[in-house]
Antibody, heavy 115, light 107 residues
Framework: EVQLVESGGGLIQPGGSLRLSCAASGFTVSSNYMSWVRQAPGKGLEWVSVIYDGGGTYYADSVKGRFTISRDNSKNTLYLQMNSLRAEDTAVYYC?????????WGQGTQVTVSS | DIQMTQSPSSLSASVGDRVTITCRASQGIRSDLGWYQQKPGKAPKRLIYAASSLQSGVPSRFSGSGSGTEFTLTISSLQPEDFATYYCLQHNSYPLTFGGGTKVEIK
């Protein structure tokens, strides 16, 4: 059974950094496309980033240059390193296994950027 | 970037009603579109992929159609558990983009 468990969220001051983790089970992260999607309070869904099985990456313009997606094959875990955080990055962050778009989702982790 | 315009943004309907939600892409995306359902406090759930293919385990009252720039999600007979927010997503090119969402409420 596929399971995705996000962690690492919390309250962080503007300009700070945070690393989100997504521990996967039931499949191999490195053999799949994996995405991060976020949802600001009361708002719609926003795609953030993807990492291909081959290692290539793409980012939304809103996070490009500040966020980095990566994975640790030995831990079967996906990461999102978030730097220079802004108030508008406040959201629930979901990781998802991607197959023609995000397909199987974790439960999400809350990130709040506030002073 | 490809813009996805979803309509309506909300609707009120009764159990048993037929419901239709539309997404329009700013440029052609072939059939590279999915439909998602999200309930409050929960992760989204994909209902439809490749514009018209039903995700495994999803009830057959859900259906999708369209290609190119116009797409439709239809719920043939609305059930109590279908009251939720629905989103389309294009995966034709990066950045992936979602529609703005349609909240389906009880009339």
């Amino acid at each position: 059974e596929v399971q995705l468990v996000e962690s690492g969220g919390g309250l962080i001051q503007p300009g700070g950094s945070l690393r989100l983790s997504c521990a996967a089970s039931g499949f191999t992260v490195s053999s799949n496309y994996m995405s991060w999607v976020r949802q600001a309070p009361g708002k719609g869904l926003e795609w953030v980033s993807v990492i291909y099985d081959g290692g290539g990456t793409y980012y939304a313009d809103s996070v490009k240059g500040r966020f980095t997606i990566s994975r640790d094959n030995s831990k079967n875990t996906l990461y999102l390193q978030m730097n220079s955080l802004r108030a508008e990055d406040t959201a629930v962050y979901y990781c998802a296994k991607d197959n023609r778009g995000p397909f199987q989702w974790g439960q999400g982790t809350q990130v709040t950027v506030s002073s | 970037d490809i813009q996805m315009t979803q309509s309506p943004s909300s609707l009120s309907a009764s159990v048993g009603d037929r419901v239709t939600i539309t997404c329009r892409a700013s440029q052609g995306i072939r059939s590279d579109l999915g439909w998602y359902q999200q309930k409050p406090g929960k992760a989204p759930k994909r209902l439809i992929y490749a514009a018209s293919s039903l995700q495994s385990g999803v009830p057959s009252r859900f259906s999708g159609s369209g290609s190119g720039t116009e797409f439709t999600l239809t719920i043939s007979s609305l059930q109590p558990e279908d009251f939720a927010t629905y989103y389309c997503l294009q995966h034709n090119s990066y950045p992936l983009t979602f529609g703005g969402g349609t909240k389906v409420e009880i009339k």
